[in-house]
Structure formats: structure tokens, C-alpha cells
């Protein structure tokens, strides 16, 4: 699988587009990722200030836009790349469908609820409107 991220400058601004984000992120390069992830801002901004003001990568889990992602945000000075890995899809295709995206997001929270977090990681799952 290629890697997928994107880069933000110092103003959250989308700088590059990497991978699967391409069609959804590219045409807001040179925009902010809050313009082009609406209602993301209080799922997403505290990590990216926390790896900003530690200058160490944070790693967290959220559900966003119907994707369960694992996220790992490096910093570099004011600069964040941010590496997105796909986990989980809610399909709500049918009942059936939907019940069983449920139980392996359910299932990848569990596994992570029950292993030991590194002094990087920080899992969270906020699902918004």
C-alpha cells in the first residue's frame, strides 16, 4: 500500500498532497485544512498543536468522514505531515453491512483500548455531525 499524507505549514495551510487524499485535499492546496475538512477543527487541532508545542509525533485514532484513520502528525518547526492510515469503513449499505462495520471498528478501538500506549500515542474517537 502507498503511503497516503499531507503537509501543513505553520497556518494550517495544505502545502502537499500524497496518495489516496489527493482527489479530496489537492484542490485545497495553498487553503486551510480546516476549509477543507469541515467540522474537523476540534477533532484534529488539539493533536496538531500538542505535536507542534512537544516537537515529538503524536499518534491518535479517529473517526472522521465515515473512516475509522489512524493518524501520526510529525513535526518539523511550524511545518506537520501528516500520515493518514485507513482502518475501518462504516458502510451503511444495508443493515447487515452496517453491523458489521460497526464490530470491526468496535473490534480495532477494543485492541487499542487494551494494549499499552506508547509516550506518542493518544487514541480518540469523536464522531461529528
Known amino acids: 500500500m502507498s503511503e497516503t499524507y499531507f503537509v501543513l505549514d505553520g497556518e494550517d495551510r495544505i502545502t502537499r ?23 474537523a477543527e476540534p477533532l484534529f487541532s488539539a493533536h496538531f498543536a500538542r505535536a507542534r508545542t512537544t516537537g515529538e509525533e503524536v499518534e491518535f ?11 501520526r502528525v510529525v513535526p518539523a518547526g511550524d511545518s506537520l505531515t501528516v500520515v493518514v492510515t485507513r482502518l475501518c469503513e462504516l458502510d451503511v ?12 471498528i468496535e473490534a480495532e478501538l477494543a485492541g487499542q483500548a487494551s494494549g499499552q500506549p506508547g509516550p506518542r500515542a493518544h487514541g480518540s474517537l469523536q464522531a461529528l455531525p
Open 17 to 39: 498532497v500524497v496518495g489516496s487524499l489527493k482527489a479530496t485535499l489537492g484542490p485545497f492546496v495553498g487553503h486551510s485544512i480546516w476549509e477543507a475538512s469541515p467540522n
Open 61 to 71: 485514532t479517529a473517526f472522521y468522514e465515515g473512516w475509522l484513520s489512524r493518524r
Open 93 to 104: 449499505r444495508t443493515l447487515g453491512s452496517l453491523s458489521e462495520s460497526l464490530r470491526s
